[in-house]
C-alpha cells in the first residue's frame, strides 16, 4: 500500500474527528486542547483513577506525558495504558524531563516496561536519557545535540519495540529498522511552552487514522513542522505570544497545497 500523504492523513484526522485522551501536565493542558481542536481531532483530559479507564478504552489514542509527576498521576498512567492496550488504542509517550530527575526516569522506564508504547516521543536529552546514552538535563529541558542522534533514536527504538520520535532541528521518526528524517520547523517552537507536547497529541491523532504507524508519525512530524515555517512567516509582530496564535491557526489553515510544497521528509534504512 503507497504511503498516504501527509494531507491525506491531516484531512482524515478533520472527516473523523478521533477522541484523543490526554494525562498530561498541568502547564499545557489548555494548548493542547486548543492544537488538537486546530487539527480537527477531539481532545479530553481525564485523570481520575475512577474514569481513566473507560475514557482510555473508548479513545482513538491515549497520550501519556510526565511533564508535572505525581505518584497518583502515574497510576492512573497506567491504567489508562493497560486499557489502552487490552482495547488496541496506541499509547504514546512524552517522557518530558526525563534524565531531569530519578523519580521521572524510573517513571518513564516504568510505563516503558509495562505498557506496549506505540510511540515514544521527546527531545535528544529525554530520548538519550532513556537509552544507555544518558545526556546532562537542566530542569526539563534539554540543550544536547547529540553526535550520534540518529543512532540513538533508532537503538532505542529497538530495545523498547516502539517508534521514536527525536525532536530538534531535523526530526528523526524510525522504529529501529526505518528511518525518517523531517527538516520543518522554526526556532520559534523552541520559544513557547508545550510545543512538543502538542506535537505528541497531534502525533496521536495521525496515528489513530493511519494505515501504518511510522509514516502516519513521519507525516504528523513534517505537517507540523510546516506549520511552524508558516505560522513564524506570519507574525507582523515577531514574538512568542503572536507566534502561539498564528501557529493554531496554520493547524487548522494550512491548505493541502502549502503543505505539499513545503514539506521536507526523506526515507532512510538503518544500516543494521
Keep these: 500500500m503507497p504511503m498516504l500523504s ?32 486546530a487539527v480537527g481531532a477531539s481532545p479530553v483530559m481525564a485523570y481520575a483513577m475512577e474514569e481513566v479507564r473507560d475514557m482510555a478504552g473508548a479513545a482513538s489514542a491515549l497520550v501519556l506525558n510526565i511533564g508535572t509527576l505525581s505518584p497518583e498521576t502515574n497510576d492512573a498512567m497506567l491504567a489508562a495504558g493497560r486499557r489502552a492496550n487490552e482495547e488496541g488504542v496506541p499509547v504514546l509517550l512524552d517522557p518530558v524531563g526525563a534524565g531531569a530527575t530519578p523519580f521521572r526516569t524510573r517513571s518513564a522506564h516504568m510505563l516503558l516496561q509495562e505498557l506496549d508504547i506505540a510511540v515514544l516521543r521527546g527531545n535528544a536529552g529525554e530520548i538519550a536519557n532513556l537509552s544507555s546514552d544518558p545526556v546532562a538535563m537542566r530542569g526539563v529541558d534539554s540543550k544536547a545535540t547529540l553526535a550520534n542522534a540518529r543512532e540513538t533514536a533508532e537503538t532505542t527504538a529497538r530495545e523498547f519495540k516502539t517508534i521514536v520520535c527525536m525532536t530538534g532541528r531535523q526530526d528523526i521518526i524510525t522504529d529501529g529498522t526505518t528511518t525518517y528524517i523531517t527538516s520543518n520547523g522554526s526556532e520559534m517552537q523552541t520559544k513557547i511552552t508545550g510545543a512538543g507536547c502538542l ?74
Design 199 to 272: 506535537l505528541t497529541a497531534v502525533t496521536g491523532a495521525f496515528v489513530s487514522q493511519g494505515d501504518d504507524p511510522l509514516e502516519s508519525v513521519a507525516a504528523a512530524s513534517a505537517f507540523y513542522g510546516v506549520c511552524a515555517e508558516a505560522a513564524a512567516e506570519r507574525q507582523s509582530y515577531p514574538g512568542p505570544g503572536h507566534f502561539q496564535v498564528h501557529f493554531l491557526d496554520m493547524l487548522d489553515q494550512l491548505s493541502d497545497e502549502q503543505l505539499e510544497e513545503a514539506i521536507q521528509l526523506t526515507k532512510e534504512e538503518s544500516a543494521l
Design 6 to 37: 501527509a494531507a491525506e492523513l491531516r484531512n482524515r484526522v478533520r472527516q473523523n474527528s478521533p477522541l484523543i485522551h490526554n494525562i498530561t501536565n498541568v502547564v499545557v493542558t489548555n494548548f493542547t486542547a486548543n492544537g488538537l481542536y
